[in-house]
Structure formats: C-alpha cells, structure tokens
T-cell receptor, first 111, second 115 residues
Framework: ETGVTQTPRHLVMGMTNKKSLKCEQH?????MYWYKQSAKKPLELMFV???????ENNSVPSRFSPECPNSSHLFLHLHTLQPEDSALYLC??????????FGSGTRLTVV | GNSVTQMEGPVTLSEEAFLTINCTYT??????LFWYVQYPGEGLQLLLK?????DKGSNKGFEATYRKETTSFHLEKGSVQVSDSAVYFC??????????????FGQGTRLTINP
C-alpha cells in the first residue's frame, strides 16, 4: 500500500476513444503531479497541482486534460491520442520537501 | 536549468558484489537530492534522500552522500542481492514551486543482479 492509488493499471484505447486515468492519495499531501514515463526517455513532468490549483502545464498537448476536484483526487482525461502517447503514466503526491510518493502507474497503449 | 546525469546502464553484477551508481547534478541554489527505485511493473519508491551538503542518506543497505564540491550523489551498496534488481533514478528538487516541489530526474540506471 503506497498511499497513492492509480486506476486502471492497464488501458488499451483506440485513437478516437476518450478515457480517463484516476489517481487518489490518502496521505494528506497538498501537491499532486502527473508524469509520463516512456521507454529510454527520462521521466517527463506533465502537470502540477497545489491545493487543487494547477501551477504548471509543461507544454503538454491539449489531448491530455487534467482535472483536480480536490486535494486528494487527480484525473487525466485522454482523447484522440496518438500511438506515441503509449507510455506508463505515473501520479505522485508530495508535502513540503519530503519527496514524492508515487502510485504504481497506468500502462497506456494507444492502438 | 537544473539537470541530473546518471551513469549509463545497464549494470550487471553478481550477488554480493559492491555497487556504485554515479549521479552528478547541475543546480542553482541548494537542492535536496533523492534516489528512487522502480521494480518491474511498479511506480517509483523513495529509497533515500539528503537535504544539505555532506548529509548521508541511507536505507536498506544503500547509501549516498551529498557532495557539493563535486556536485555528486553517488549510490553505493556493499553487498547486492538478487532482489536489488531494478531501475534506479537520481533526482533533485527544483526548489519550492508555489508550495509544490518539482523534481528533476536522471534517465535511470537498470541494475541486474545474477545469483
């Protein structure tokens, strides 16, 4: 139990589909993050939320749309994705400088 | 901008061997430094951290010392086990960012330990 739960663990979607990734943290942290992990590339920060307000959008294409309804929940809405968007999507949360707590990730495959 | 460089992998060792994974960084100010580990099919887990120069982080037999003079944070373990096989990431905090901390990660080093 990491304290950060991501669902689903695996997702296969067509390029015309719309799907959502969910992240939930039970740690009382104030900040939540979406990262993309692709093969042979460094982790890419996508979005940052602090007290449910978005504080960074790291030049992410509009086909990725985040939503943070409260400090405990974070969503990533997906639509009209490309095959190169296939990756492991990681959610994390943090409080101050103690480092991130990561979820187990959603393995996304776009076909 | 801030960046982290890790030694190229993959690294393959025999059980009970000594491990070093090099990590150097470029940063302004005084970042905190971290090592994360990722086991197959999982997210990243915090392994250890150091928040100021000369601090030593340690956990599960792993150690790393924050060396400001060499801008390094090398990960070491005296005797590795098969269960240590994973991908290891070095990271630094990019300073407080409006209440959230932004971590910059290295590219990761895959470690395989053979029995």
């Amino acid at each position: 139990e990491t304290g950060v739960t991501q669902t689903p663990r695996h997702l296969v979607m067509g390029m015309t589909n719309k799907k959502s990734l969910k992240c939930e943290q039970h740690l009382g942290h104030n900040a939540m993050y979406w990262y993309k992990q692709s093969a042979k590339k460094p982790l890419e920060l996508m979005f940052v939320y602090n007290f449910k307000e978005q504080t960074e959008n790291n030049s992410v294409p509009s086909r990725f749309s985040p939503e943070c309804p409260n400090s405990s929940h974070l969503f990533l809405h997906l639509h009209t994705l490309q095959p190169e968007d296939s990756a492991l999507y990681l959610c994390a949360s943090s409080q101050d400088f103690y480092g991130y707590t990561f979820g187990s990730g959603t393995r996304l495959t776009v076909v | 901008g801030n960046s982290v460089t890790q030694m190229e992998g993959p690294v393959t060792l025999s059980e009970e061997a000594f491990l070093t994974i090099n990590c150097t960084y470029t940063a302004t100010g005084y970042p905190s430094l971290f090592w994360y580990v990722q086991y197959p099919g999982e997210g990243l887990q915090l392994l250890l951290k150091a928040t100021k120069a000369d601090d030593k982080g340690s956990n599960k037999g792993f150690e790393a010392t924050y060396r400001k003079e060499t801008t390094s944070f090398h990960l070491e373990k005296g005797s590795v086990q098969v269960s240590d096989s994973a991908v290891y990431f070095c990271a630094l905090s990019d300073g407080r960012f409006q209440g959230a901390q932004k971590l910059v990660f290295g590219q990761g080093t895959r470690l395989t330990i053979n029995p």
